[in-house]
């Protein structure tokens, strides 16, 4: 009777190992027309998981160096002034990542690095995520503007036909998008507790 | 013929049966417990600072929104993340301190389980600031809630509070094999998903690692004197992590392989600062090393050759 139980507790187990191992290659390349075959439940099993993954690091090119440059306005700053006040303030200048462009040796700091690049995966993530939050986390804010700025490093040839010269003078740096967010004003009440990790 | 065939799929299925529930060296996969949470655990203790920032109620990432951000074909249909965001601080505590219970060897399955869920909460909780590591580290953590992971190299053996070692039971070479499994998955789609880029086919994508300050621990910029360097470290990343998963089971060319990720992953931490990353990767190659190593008596009898022997 053990026995039994054993052999159908492998059989079982032994059928999971296949549907497992074919789900986590197929969804390896979730969009290709095996992935979209899949049926829904099965996505959602994935999903569920963490195993609907495509594993693409440093792929398909590595990023150049990315970061977000804003400006945070105060009433009158930028003319569209939306509330008054007696003191009008200087706007507000910063990046982010802060460390704009050395190395995040701080591992939790370097997480920001990752968002930035969230951020430019669909720009509309930095309008809907990114300006909300700095009006939440600069209170009296009026207006943001985000630039996202992307420096392109010189290929290998071209940084390698003068070695002698300073590679941040072969670097070209490109704004690609800017975000232009008005604050609510149910925003300006100060939120509690606003950590400097996002810049 | 009929007989041939018989004793072929005799033959399959006593294969299947080793590979899938055959012996595994317990010792090794609490050495892999240790080295996974233990890096998880330094990497969470860090986030700890910032856990308020990022999945607080001030984090740049409104609740409500957490799994509308995600396309269709990758949203979970239900959150993990069950707390409230205003208890974001004291979970994660929570989290970071049963990774060091479980590094220790105290927990078990349940707990381990428990752990993961508390994992996936705050990874999908805050995807946008998500690392390679978190994601690997995950799988991993599910893998090893099958196993019986703590049941060697835990601080509750050493104080004696444990019953004695238990017998290994079937789940647990299941899980070893599926954690081996997915770490090949791993290298090859990385490896194809590189074929897709211009710079990795032309050799010079690590030069753009490289000259990048945001990436790079170090100022490389005088690696562009030596193009022919960079093109073969380029060549060699993308041979490696394709061919890693099917070269691993071979049992002569294992060795090579092995010392060749750990160079690897060695030189990413190095040169990219990222240690946690390469030390969960690193994790499961104790898993493909001899299980007679940790088999034996005394470490005098150690010798390199054993160290690769065919587990």
Known sequence: MKLSVKFFFKFFLSIFAIFHVTLIIVLANGPSILGRLNPPWLIDYANQMGFNQTWNFFSPDPSHINY???????????????TISAEVKEPVEGFIP???KTVELDSSKRRMLHAVRYMSLDESRTEKLMAPWLCKKFPGATHVRLKHILD?????????IDPDRPLEDLIQSKPYRTVEFDCPSSLEAPLTEIDEAGG | MIKF???QILQLRKDWDQFWFGDICLLQLALFRIVLCGTLFVMYLSRQFD??????EASFIPREMTLELFQEFYRMRIPWHFW????????????????LLLTLGIGGRAFMLLTWVLHMGFLYRNYAIAFGADLIGGGFLLYLAGTQSCARLSLLNWLKLKMPMPKQDLLTPFFYRMIQIQLCVIYAFTGFEKLKGGTWWDGTALWTIFANTQLSAWNFEWTRQFPAVIALLTFSTILFEIYFPVLVWVKRARPFLLLAGLAFHLGIAFTLALPTFSA???APYILFLSKELFQQESLSKFSFQNLFRRS
């Open chain 1, 152 to 160: 392109i490093l010189p290929n290998l040839d071209q940084a390698s």
């Open chain 2, 51 to 56: 856990a308020a920032a990022y999945f607080g």
């Open chain 1, 68 to 82: 977000i440059h804003y400006l945070v306005f105060f009433d009158s700053n930028v003319g569209n002034s939306t």
């Open chain 2, 5 to 7: 065939f018989k004793s």
């Open chain 2, 280 to 282: 969960v990767m690193l």
């Open chain 1, 98 to 100: 802060e460390q704009l």
């Open chain 2, 84 to 99: 409230p965001d205003s208890q974001a601080v004291w979970i994660h505590g929570f989290f970071v301190v049963s990774l």
